[in-house]
C-alpha cells in the first residue's frame, strides 16, 4: 500500500485514469436500459469506435488520449531540453520567415495568392460556405479579440457580444427587425458594414468605461456577463429583436449605385472574396497598430500597468481602445453572417462562440497576428472536417474534448501558441537563457 | 529660490493606519533632495502620495511647474502627474519586459505628444515625424545613461544596474522637471553605485532636473543630497544638511544609529 502511495508516477497515473473516466461519463450519451452505462461503453444507437480504426468500447478512446497527454507530459519533464530545442527548431520557422523582409514578403505574397485562388481549389458548396461562414469570421473574430487579449492583456470572456451587436446592427440597418429601420429606409447590408462597425466600437466603448477600471479575473467575470446579457437581450426583447426566432428577412449584399451593379446572392465565394478583403485590411490595421505607440502602450500596460502610469500613459483610454477596435473586426464578421445567411437568432451568439474565439486565439499565440490567422483557420478547418465527415463513432459534442487535449499538449510544449508573438516569445526565451546561464 | 514641491501637512490613512502623518517638506528648484528612514517610515508612501498612486486624506501638494501655475497633486491621477513632469522610478525596479531597452525608453518619449489612435493606423507625415522626434530622444537618453549598445536587448534579460539606468532613462525621456528615485542603489554592487551617484549628479547639473531621493545606503546619501528629511513612524523627525543630520540625537536613536563613518573613525 505504501508503495501506491509514495509512488509519483502510479499517483499521476490514477489521477490521469480518473479524470479520463470522468470526461468519458460527462461527456457520453445518457443512458438507456439496454444501455444503462453509455458513458463508458457507448450508447446502443451509438456503436462506439476507436478515432474510426476499430470498434472498441468507449472508454479506450478516452483512456488513450489520457494516457497520450500524460505521457508526453512525462517526455517533456524528462527530454525537456532536446525535446524544446528540436520544437524550437522546428516551429522557429515561422519567426525566420518574419525577421527576413524578403523571405517575408514572398510568404505574404503567396498566402494572398494562395487565399485568392482557394475558391478555385475548394469547390465543393460545403467547404465553400465554411469558408466564409464558419472560417473567415472566425479569422476575424480572433483578430479583434487578440488585439484585447493578446496586446492589451485584457481577458474577455464575452467576446460574442460584438459580434452580436454587429449582427442585430445589420439587421436593424436593412430593416429586418420588428423596428423601424434604423435610417427609415431599408438600406443595402453593403451600406450597413460602417454602421454595424460603428455600433460594435460605441459597445465595446460603453462595456469599457465602466468595467476596465477592474483588472485581471474580475474583469474577466464582468464580460462574461456582458456576453450573457446581450445573448439575453436578443432571446428576450421581442418587439426589438424579434425574440428567439430572431430576424430571416436580412438581405444578400448588393451594390446599386448608378452604373455599377452587384448583387452576392447566394453562392458563397462572392463572400469569401469580400471578407477576404477587409481581413487584409484589418491585419493590415491591426499590425501597424502593433508596432505604433497604440502597440507600444498596450504592451505597457499589460506588462505594468503602474508603471505605464507612470510614464503618463492614460490605461484607461488604451484599454477602452483596445475594446473599441477590437471589437471593430467583431462587428463586421457580424455583418457578414447576418448577410451572408439571411438569419440570425440569439442562438447563434452564445458563450461557446466566446471561448472558441478565446481557443484560436490562445492555439495560434496570443499576441501574434500570423498565430491567430492560422489558428483560426486550422481548428475551424479541423472542426468542419469532423462534422462534415464524422469518423464512425466520432459524436460532435466531443470536440472540445480533443480541442482542450490539443491545448493541453501545446500549453506543454509550446505555450506562447502556434507562432508566439515576438514581444510576449522574447521574455520566456531570455529567462530560459538566464537559467541555463546560472546552472 | 523657487520651490518645486510643496508639501504641507499631508496626512493618508489606509483605514485606521496612519502611513503619513502630518508631513511638510519643501524641495527647491534644482535641488538633490533625500528622504531616509528605518523600514516602514512612510518613505514610498510619501513618493506615492506625489505620484498619485495614493491619495492623502489630508494636506495638500503643489507642484510648481516652471512659467506655469502651481499644479495641486492630490486628487490628479497618476498620468497626469506624469505628464506634468514628475518622472520616477520604482523601489523593484518595473520595467516593460517584453520590450527592448529602446522600446521601454521610447513609451516614455512618446506617450506625452498627441499622435492618436488613427493617426497610429495610418502612418501619415505628423505621425512619422513624431516617430523620429521619439526616436532621437530615446537614443540621446540611452547614451546619456549608457546603455546604447545594449538598445535592442530585452529589457528583462538586463542586469540589476542596468535596469536602474533605464529606469532613470524611461523617466528622463517623458521630459520632467523633478525626478523621484525610490531606492536607486538597492541591489548593485559597490562600483556600479559610484556610477550611480555620478550618474545622478549628472542629470541634475546636464538637464536641470531637481532629484528627490529614497535610499538606505547612508554613503551614497551623504555623498549626493544637498538636505535631508527623516522620516519615522510617518512623521518628519529631523531635515537638514547631511553634516547636520548625522549629529541629530534624535535621528541617530531612530535611524542611523552609529553609522559606517562613525565606525571607521
Redesign the interface.
Known amino acids: 500500500m505504501n508503495i501506491f502511495l509514495k509512488s509519483k508516477i502510479l499517483k499521476q497515473l490514477v489521477a490521469t485514469l480518473m479524470i479520463s473516466f470522468l470526461v468519458c461519463v460527462v461527456t457520453g450519451p445518457s443512458g438507456s436500459p439496454t444501455a444503462p452505462a453509455s458513458g463508458f461503453t457507448g450508447s446502443f444507437n451509438n456503436k462506439s469506435s476507436f478515432f474510426g480504426i476499430f470498434s472498441a468500447p468507449r472508454w479506450t478512446l478516452f483512456v488513450f488520449l489520457g494516457l497520450l497527454v500524460y505521457v508526453s507530459f512525462r517526455i517533456k519533464l524528462k527530454y525537456s531540453e532536446n525535446v524544446s530545442s528540436f520544437t524550437d527548431k522546428v516551429l522557429f520557422i515561422p519567426r525566420k520567415i518574419s525577421s527576413n523582409q524578403s523571405t517575408r514578403r514572398v510568404t505574404i505574397g503567396a498566402l494572398v495568392v494562395f487565399s485568392l485562388i482557394l475558391p478555385k481549389i475548394v469547390t465543393d458548396h460545403f467547404w465553400q460556405t465554411v469558408l466564409v461562414s464558419q472560417i473567415a469570421v472566425y479569422v476575424l473574430l480572433a483578430l479583434g479579440l487578440n488585439v484585447v487579449t493578446g496586446f492589451a492583456g485584457l481577458l474577455d470572456l464575452g467576446f460574442v457580444a460584438f459580434y452580436a451587436v454587429g449582427a442585430y446592427a445589420t439587421a436593424w440597418a436593412t430593416g429586418s427587425l420588428p423596428l423601424p429601420a434604423l435610417f427609415g429606409i431599408h438600406i443595402d447590408p453593403f451600406f450597413a458594414i460602417p454602421v454595424a462597425i460603428g455600433f460594435a466600437m460605441i459597445a465595446g466603448i460603453i462595456l469599457g468605461i465602466p468595467t476596465l477600471r477592474l483588472r485581471g479575473d474580475y474583469l474577466a467575470i464582468v464580460t462574461l456577463g456582458f456576453g450573457e446579457i446581450i445573448t439575453l437581450f436578443a432571446n428576450n426583447l421581442y418587439g426589438i429583436t424579434g425574440g428567439a426566432l430572431g430576424s430571416n428577412q436580412i438581405p444578400h449584399f448588393a451594390i446599386n449605385i448608378g452604373p455599377v451593379k452587384y448583387a452576392w446572392g447566394l453562392a458563397p465565394v462572392p463572400y469569401y472574396y469580400l471578407t477576404l478583403v477587409f481581413v487584409v485590411l484589418f491585419i493590415i490595421?491591426f499590425s501597424?497598430?502593433e508596432h505604433?505607440?497604440?502597440?507600444?502602450?498596450w504592451?505597457?500596460i499589460?506588462?505594468?500597468e503602474?508603471?505605464?502610469?507612470?510614464?503618463?500613459?492614460?490605461?484607461l483610454k488604451y484599454k477602452v481602445?483596445a475594446f473599441a477596435?477590437g471589437a471593430a473586426s467583431a462587428g463586421f464578421a457580424g455583418v457578414i453572417t447576418a448577410a451572408q445567411s439571411n438569419f440570425i437568432n440569439p442562438a447563434s451568439f452564445t458563450l461557446y462562440v466566446s471561448i472558441n474565439v478565446l481557443v484560436l486565439v490562445i492555439f495560434g499565440g496570443m499576441g501574434s497576428i500570423a498565430g491567430v490567422v492560422f489558428g483560426a483557420v486550422f481548428i475551424q478547418a479541423v472542426s468542419m472536417y469532423l462534422i462534415h465527415t464524422p469518423p464512425s463513432g466520432y459524436q460532435s459534442q466531443d470536440l472540445y474534448i480533443y480541442i482542450g487535449a490539443l491545448l493541453v499538449v501545446m500549453m506543454i510544449f509550446r505555450p506562447g501558441g502556434l507562432i508566439p508573438a515576438k514581444?510576449?516569445g522574447?521574455?520566456t526565451v531570455?529567462?530560459k537563457?538566464?537559467v541555463t546561464e546560472g546552472s | 529660490m523657487e520651490n518645486i514641491f510643496d508639501v504641507d501637512d499631508v496626512t493618508l490613512r489606509f483605514a485606521g493606519i496612519v502611513s503619513l502623518s502630518g508631513v511638510s517638506m519643501h524641495q527647491k528648484r534644482g535641488e538633490i533632495l533625500a528622504v531616509i528612514g528605518p523600514n516602514g517610515a512612510g518613505k514610498t508612501s510619501l513618493f506615492n502620495s506625489l505620484?498619485g498612486?495614493y491619495q492623502p486624506q489630508e494636506g495638500q501638494i503643489s507642484f510648481n511647474r516652471k512659467g506655469q501655475d502651481a499644479l495641486s497633486i492630490i486628487g490628479k491621477?497618476?498620468?497626469k502627474i506624469?505628464?506634468a513632469g514628475v518622472?520616477?522610478t520604482?523601489q523593484a525596479s518595473?520595467?516593460?519586459?517584453?520590450?527592448t531597452t529602446f522600446?521601454n525608453v521610447?513609451?516614455?518619449a512618446?506617450?506625452?505628444r498627441g499622435?492618436g489612435?488613427v493617426g497610429?493606423?495610418?502612418?501619415g507625415p505628423a505621425?512619422r515625424r513624431d516617430?523620429k522626434i521619439?526616436d532621437e530622444t530615446t537614443w540621446k537618453l540611452l547614451n546619456f545613461v549608457g546603455l546604447a549598445e545594449k538598445a535592442n536587448l530585452?529589457s528583462?534579460?538586463l542586469s540589476y544596474g542596468d535596469r536602474r539606468r533605464l529606469e532613470i532613462a524611461?523617466?528622463l525621456?517623458?521630459n520632467p522637471e523633478v525626478l523621484l528615485l525610490d531606492e536607486p542603489a538597492a541591489g548593485t554592487n559597490p562600483s556600479e553605485k559610484i556610477e550611480l551617484a555620478e550618474l545622478i549628479r549628472k542629470v541634475r547639473d546636464d538637464m536641470g532636473v531637481s532629484i528627490l531621493l529614497i535610499e538606505h545606503d547612508m554613503k551614497l546619501v551623504m555623498s549626493l543630497a544637498e538636505r535631508i528629511y527623516v522620516l519615522n513612524f510617518g512623521s518628519v523627525i529631523a531635515e537638514g544638511t547631511p553634516a547636520e543630520i548625522r549629529a541629530n540625537q534624535a535621528v541617530i536613536d531612530a535611524y542611523l544609529g552609529t553609522t559606517s563613518t562613525d565606525r571607521e573613525k
Open positions: 490595421i501597424s497598430l505604433s505607440r497604440v502597440g507600444r502602450s504592451t505597457a499589460r506588462e505594468d503602474v508603471a505605464a502610469e507612470s510614464v503618463g500613459i492614460n490605461p481602445m477596435i514581444r510576449r522574447r521574455s531570455h529567462a537563457v538566464q | 505620484t498612486v491621477k497618476p498620468h506624469s505628464t518622472a520616477r520604482f518595473r520595467m516593460f519586459n517584453a520590450l522600446e521610447k513609451i516614455g512618446e506617450s506625452h499622435i489612435a497610429a493606423m495610418f502612418k505621425t516617430e521619439s530585452i528583462s534579460s524611461r523617466g525621456a517623458t
